[in-house]
C-alpha cells in the first residue's frame, strides 16, 4: 500500500499545542523498526506548525530507564527538531511504559521545561508509539495524567497489547487509540493525526492583515503579538510593551526597561538585594562611602560629619579643627559664663 506523503501539505495552523512523543525503545523493537519510528516523528513534525507561541514538541525515550531525549523549549523550528529526532539512539531492555508517562507529567510539561502556562488553554497532548506489554502499572499513572489536562493518544504496533493501549488512552478510545500490524506503515497514521490537530485555517491563506501573528478559528481569526508585543487598537498592529509600566515589573525602587525586558535598581544610599528587586538602605558611614574626616553619622540613606571632643566642625561641614581656647572671642565668652556661675553660687549661699 502507498501512502503518500504529506511534505508538501501546508502545515497546521489553527490549534497551538504542547506535544510530546513517548516511544518504546525496548529489545523487542529492531534497529530498522526504531528508523520507521523516528520517521513517523519526522513526518507528524512536518505536519505541524511549530513555533515557540504555536506548537512546541518534545520527545522521551524509554525501556527499562526513561530519557528526555529534549523538553518543549529546546527546538522551535522543524529543521532543528528532526535533526534532533534523527540523533536519539534505542535504550534496549525493558518496557516501563507507566514511568514514562509519570515523567510526563513530572518532567516534561512544566513551565520549566517549556509547557505553557494551564491559563494559556493550550492542549497537553501525549502520543506513545509501543510494541509491548508493559511490564509496569500504567492505569493508575495515565489516569492521573488524564486528570492533570493531558489527552493521550496510545499507538500499538504488531505484538502490542491492546488492553493496556486502552488503559493508557483518553477517551472516547476509539478516536484516541490507534493499531497498525508493523513499523513498516506506521507512517499512515500520520494523516490521521493531521486530521485529528488540524482544520481549515484562514490564516493558512495569508496573515489576513496581521503584522506579526494570525490566529485562527476555523473559518474566522484574530491578531495577537509575539511575547513583549501588545495589540494596537486597530487589532492588527503590534507596538513594544514598555516592561516598565505600573503593575508590569516587581522592582522596589527604580524599573530600567532593557530590550522588551527590564533590571531593577536602586535609588541613592539603597542597595540591590540579592533577589534582583528590593533594596535596602545602604550604611551610609561605612568605609569609602563618606567623607568626614572625623566622624561620621547615619540618617537613613545620608548622613552628616561631626568632630572628636576637642575640636569643632569647619564651614565645609566635613573637615574638623581642635578647639582653641586662646581665642579673644572665646576668651570673652569663658570668663561671662564662669562669672555667671560663680554669681548664681553666692546667691544660693545667702
Not at 56 to 73: D, G, I, M, Q
Amino acid at each position: 500500500v502507498h501512502f503518500p506523503s504529506l511534505l508538501a501539505d501546508p502545515a497546521c495552523k489553527n490549534r497551538p499545542l504542547d506535544l510530546l512523543f513517548i516511544v518504546d525503545s525496548s529489545r523487542s523493537v529492531r534497529p530498522e523498526e526504531f528508523e520507521k519510528v523516528k520517521l513517523f516523528l519526522s513526518e507528524m513534525i512536518d505536519t505541524l506548525d511549530v513555533g515557540e507561541r504555536t506548537t512546541r514538541v518534545a520527545v522521551v525515550n524509554y525501556a527499562s530507564t526513561v530519557r528526555v531525549e529534549f523538553p518543549l523549549r529546546t527546538h522551535f523550528d522543524r529543521v532543528s527538531l528532526k535533526e534532533a529526532v534523527s540523533h536519539i539512539a534505542p535504550l534496549s531492555a525493558g518496557t516501563m511504559t507507566g514511568l514514562a508517562i509519570r515523567t510526563a507529567m513530572e518532567e516534561v510539561f512544566t513551565e520549566e521545561m517549556g509547557a505553557r502556562p494551564a491559563t494559556f488553554s493550550i492542549p497537553r497532548v501525549v502520543i506513545v508509539v509501543t510494541d509491548g506489554r508493559p511490564q509496569d502499572q500504567v492505569q493508575g499513572v495515565a489516569a492521573s495524567a488524564r486528570t492533570a489536562g493531558i489527552e493521550i493518544y496510545a499507538v500499538g504496533v504488531g505484538r502490542a497489547d491492546v488492553q493496556s493501549l486502552r488503559m493508557m488512552a483518553s477517551e472516547p478510545l476509539d478516536e484516541h487509540v490507534f493499531y497498525v500490524e508493523t513499523y513498516g506503515v506506521i507512517e499512515k497514521l500520520t494523516s490521521r493525526f493531521r486530521e485529528t490537530f488540524c482544520a481549515e485555517s484562514v490564516c493558512a491563506l495569508g496573515s489576513q492583515g496581521c503584522q506579526q501573528l494570525c490566529v485562527s478559528d476555523g473559518a474566522s481569526h484574530l491578531c495577537d503579538c509575539y511575547e513583549g508585543y501588545t495589540l494596537n487598537p486597530d487589532k492588527k498592529t503590534c507596538s513594544a510593551v514598555d516592561p516598565c509600566a505600573p503593575g508590569r515589573h516587581e522592582c522596589d525602587q527604580i524599573c530600567v526597561s532593557n530590550n522588551r525586558s527590564y533590571v531593577c535598581d536602586c535609588y541613592e544610599g539603597y542597595t540591590l538585594n540579592p533577589d534582583k528587586t528590593t533594596c535596602s538602605a545602604m550604611d551610609m558611614c561605612a568605609p569609602g562611602r563618606h567623607d568626614c574626616a572625623q566622624v561620621c553619622l547615619s540618617n537613613d540613606g545620608s548622613y552628616s560629619c561631626g568632630c572628636y571632643e576637642g575640636y569643632t566642625l569647619n564651614p565645609d561641614k566635613k573637615t574638623c579643627s581642635e578647639f582653641v581656647y586662646n581665642s579673644p572671642k572665646l576668651r570673652a565668652t569663658l570668663f561671662f559664663h564662669m562669672y555667671s556661675s560663680n554669681m548664681r553660687s553666692l546667691a544660693l549661699l545667702q
